[in-house]
T-cell receptor, first 110, second 115 residues
């Protein structure tokens, strides 16, 4: 079966850093995505890792270790607008299908 | 670039009626479109994969006769929820990919409420 785990909820202070971990066990792997989803809206693409290592994009960075089945999303200099759910999704390769984790709700406090 | 639209954004219908949701890729040709369902406070669950000109592939547990998918062109896929019931009330989201990337771009979603 497909198993993708991430914490349910995290709270952090404005200006701080938060790291959201994601572990996965899937049949097939062709990359890992992170999406941001605000309540009632569709997910928006944040990052894509297919090789091991760190990908940096402004305030957001994502890391992947394929041997450990592990990824994290790092949010720096948190802003109030970063309060949202963050979804980890694995591309299972066959047909480019994505399997999503349960999502991590991040609450940024002043 | 890579904009996906959905119509309608929300719909309320009576139990037993059918509802059609459209998903369009506005600035690219989508080789594949995906349909997801999301219940409150839950993550996205893939319902089916739709390729232009061929039959959709449904995930286990999704009734293909209840959720009819048509992918008539490279820019349009439709999902019809037939004989909708209150338990079908959910947020339906489509996504699309094109041949040069594996990234899925999501539409804004359609909130369906069945009374």
């Amino acid at each position: 079966g497909q198993n993708i785990d991430q914490p349910t909820e995290m709270t952090a202070t404005e200006g701080a850093i938060v790291q959201i971990n994601c572990t996965y066990q899937t049949s097939g792997f062709n990359g890992l995505f992170w999406y941001q989803q605000h309540a009632g809206e569709a997910p928006t693409f944040l990052s894509y890792n297919v090789l091991d290592g760190l990908e940096e994009k402004g305030r957001f960075s994502s890391f992947l270790s394929r041997s450990k089945g592990y990824s994290y999303l790092l949010l720096k200099e948190l802003q109030m607008k970063d309060s949202a759910s963050y979804l980890c999704a694995v591309n299972r390769a066959a047909g480019n299908k994505l399997t999503f984790g349960g999502g991590t709700r991040v609450l940024v406090k002043p | 670039g890579a904009v996906v639209s959905q119509h309608p954004s929300w719909v309320i219908c009576k139990s037993g009626t059918s509802v059609k949701i459209e998903c369009r890729s506005l600035d690219f040709q989508a080789t594949t479109m995906f349909w997801y369902r999301q219940f409150p406070k839950q993550s996205l669950m893939l319902m089916a994969t739709s390729n232009e000109g061929s039959k959709a592939t449904y995930e286990q547990g999704v009734e293909k006769d209840k959720f009819l998918i048509n992918h008539a062109s490279l820019t349009l896929s439709t999902l019809t929820v037939t004989s909708a019931h209150p338990e079908d009330s959910s947020f339906y989201i489509c996504s699309a990919t094109h041949s040069s990337t594996d990234t899925q771009y999501f539409g804004p979603g359609t909130r369906l409420t069945v009374l």
